[in-house]
């Protein structure tokens, strides 16, 4: 049980358009969730913890105006990357955590993005 | 302010066993966390340890801590080369809406 998806898993966009990375708990309410970025051998950086229906909580240096954040329902969290530049290329990782689970987020396995 | 250090890298040889160390900063801390990434993955949960405990034990794993001096470790015995992968420590802090510190992460290297 507590199994987290993330779709795409990979994405490779232009840059200047937008991006979404969609964060999904499949067999459990998420009552909150955290979006992770981690670039080559170096560790998770978190950039924003949500809980649903309400806004995001962003981590200080993460522009929350370029990284969207929505917890509409309890399984699901979106990113959305809005005019992706090359340096946004990175793995972004969603976990999440929920009622019962309370010493443990579960992680999706990442998306990974690419801005050419 | 809130830190958790490990050391970068570690080598060992198949069927030896492995420890990697964990320091961290925070005395309020709840339960501590070793997570494994394999390549191009996501995060996995090894094993975790509440804060009132000195150890635990789950099959090859072992994991002691030492709350007066702040330190984690992780053993695994038996190594084989699919434990290849970084290892990540992590705490979690009272109150603090169930965020994780994380530290750099081990790569751990197992030679045949």
């Known amino acids: 049980g507590a199994v987290v998806s993330q779709h795409p898993s990979w994405v490779i966009c232009k840059s200047g358009t937008s991006v979404k990375i969609e964060c999904r708990s499949l067999?459990?309410?998420?009552?909150?969730m955290f979006w992770y970025r981690q670039f080559p051998k170096q560790s998770l950086m978190l950039m924003a913890t949500?809980?649903?229906?309400?806004?995001?909580?962003?981590e200080q240096g993460v522009e929350k105006d370029k990284f969207l954040i929505n917890h509409a329902s309890l399984t699901l969290s979106t990113l959305t990357v809005t005019s992706a530049h090359p340096e946004d290329s990175s793995f972004y990782i969603c976990?999440?955590?929920?009622?019962?689970?309370?010493?443990?987020?579960?992680f999706g396995p990442g998306t990974r993005l690419t801005v050419t | 302010g809130e830190d958790v250090e490990q050391s970068l890298f570690l080598s060992v040889r198949e069927g030896d066993s492995s420890v990697i160390n964990c320091t961290y900063t925070d005395s309020s801390s709840t339960y501590l966390y070793w997570y494994k990434q394999e390549p191009g993955a996501g995060l996995q949960l090894l094993t975790y340890i509440f804060s009132n405990m000195d150890m635990k034990q789950d099959q090859r794993l072992t994991v002691l801590l030492n709350k007066k001096d702040k330190h984690l470790s992780l053993r695994i015995a038996d190594t084989q080369t699919g434990d290849s992968a970084i290892y990540f420590c992590a705490e979690r802090i009272v109150g603090n809406n169930r965020k994780l510190i994380w530290g750099l992460g081990t790569s751990l290297a197992v030679n045949p």
């Open positions: 067999d459990f309410q998420a009552t909150t």
């Open positions: 976990s999440a955590t929920g009622t019962g689970l309370s010493y443990e987020q579960y």
């Open positions: 949500s809980n649903e229906g309400s806004k995001a909580t962003y």
